[in-house]
């Protein structure tokens, strides 16, 4: 039997560049997606969905939205999903090649994962995505060796599931009861008593912030998940898979193709969602745009993330991306650590049991955050990557999941 080393490189087909390009993908939508966490930890949670519950919407901040908006809302999530999905098919071709049994390793891997969700959600943020996904891969590792063709049809099927739902919801509005719409309407458009409340929430300290934490990761993790997560990061994860297969993911399609999902993405995706941009304005964000006014950018996304991708790998074969892909690759690579290294960060100045910015830093001064942590991260991790094989938490999670400490150190 040859070694895991050997099986490994069999089953990736001996290219450390295709490695590189999901390391980089990954890289790039790990950093993407703190353009958006960082607005639910610096506001109210109202203001994530509904930019006009709180703060300005006006000159710079206006703008820092409509580019966030745009550019970053469900791409980064999108991006990051597809990847996810590409990885579950690429340990498992790894284990299987190695003559171990992929399904039994894969249980064990996600059901840890799920684990870290739960403590990063209850513990430090309730946005946790980690639990979302390690669900999703444990009822698609199945269907990872379907014809991608069929792959990316089910995948775009899923993703009608939540689309649907929402228009079912707002087909309902009329029938529901005057309480209903009252508590709706507390979470999309809260008062300034209700803002006031939940600033002050955050501003304590980590044990006054608890029941609230644990009430919106209760919700994430459950209602949230049911309705939404499941079925959008499971469709994605999917289109990831056939991607993968493609080579899209890796660099390997061609120019063409990657010319015209850019296409794909500047022609369509982005006009979709001004579209939608335009439709919120012009009802005033008022409650149909939870329900109608997100569908323009929930689909628009998915286009955009394929944009990203062309993105990333025109510029990895026109190698005009310098230190720029190392630095982005470890950070690829380290990326469970660097997601909960985010969350910490962001935690530390927003929250009381840190500095208690909450609240009082608008979305043009949250993007020097951004920047701040970017660079931090892009410092860090080949940094680390120098001295170990793994990050702290890759490490750990590698180690649970095979039942013994894995070597860390080069």
Known sequence: MSSPRQACRRADQGTTARI???????????????????QAFAMPQAAYLNPTAWGRLDGIDLA?????????????????????????????????????????????????????????????????????????????????????????????????????????????????SEADRQTFMTEWQ??????????????????????????????????????????????????????????????????????????????????????????????????????????FNYWGSVLVAFGWVSVVMLLLRANVMGRLRLRLAAVGRTALSQYILQSVICSLIFYGHGLGMFGHIERSGQMLVVLGIWLLQLWLAPLWLRHFRYGPLEWLWRSLTRGQWQPWRH
């Open 20 to 38: 590189e390009a999901l390391d980089v993908l990954r890289g790039v939508a790990l950093l993407g997606i703190l353009v958006m966490n960082v």
């Open 64 to 176: 820092v939205w409509l580019a966030s908006h745009v550019l970053f809302d469900q791409k980064m999530m999108a991006l990051f999903a597809m990847l996810f999905g590409a990885g579950i098919v690429l340990y498992a071709e790894r284990v299987e090649a190695a003559g171990k049994r992929s399904w039994a390793l894969h249980c064990q891997r996600h059901a840890w994962l799920m684990l870290f969700g739960i403590a990063h959600a209850y513990l430090i943020w309730y946005g946790d995505i980690l639990f979302t996904y390690a669900v999703c891969a444990l009822a698609l590792f199945p269907l990872r060796r379907l014809v991608p063709s069929r792959q990316l049809a089910l995948g775009f099927v899923l993703l009608a599931v939540t689309s649907l739902l929402f228009l079912v919801f707002d087909a309902t509005v009329p029938a529901w």
């Open 190 to 295: 809260p008062s300034a008593a209700q803002l006031a409340s939940e600033a002050e929430r955050y501003r304590s300290g980590w044990w006054q912030q608890l029941p609230q934490r644990a009430e919106m990761a209760f919700e994430m993790q459950t209602f949230t998940l049911l309705i939404w997560g499941l079925w959008r990061s499971a469709g994605l994860m999917l289109i990831g898979m056939a991607l993968f297969r493609w080579g899209i993911l890796t660099g390997q399609a061609s120019r063409r193709t990657y010319l015209s999902l850019l296409a794909v993405a500047l022609l369509l995706g982005v006009p979709m969602i001004l579209s939608g941009v335009h439709w919120n304005f012009a009802n005033d964000w008022g409650p149909r745009s939870m329900f109608v006014g997100t569908q």
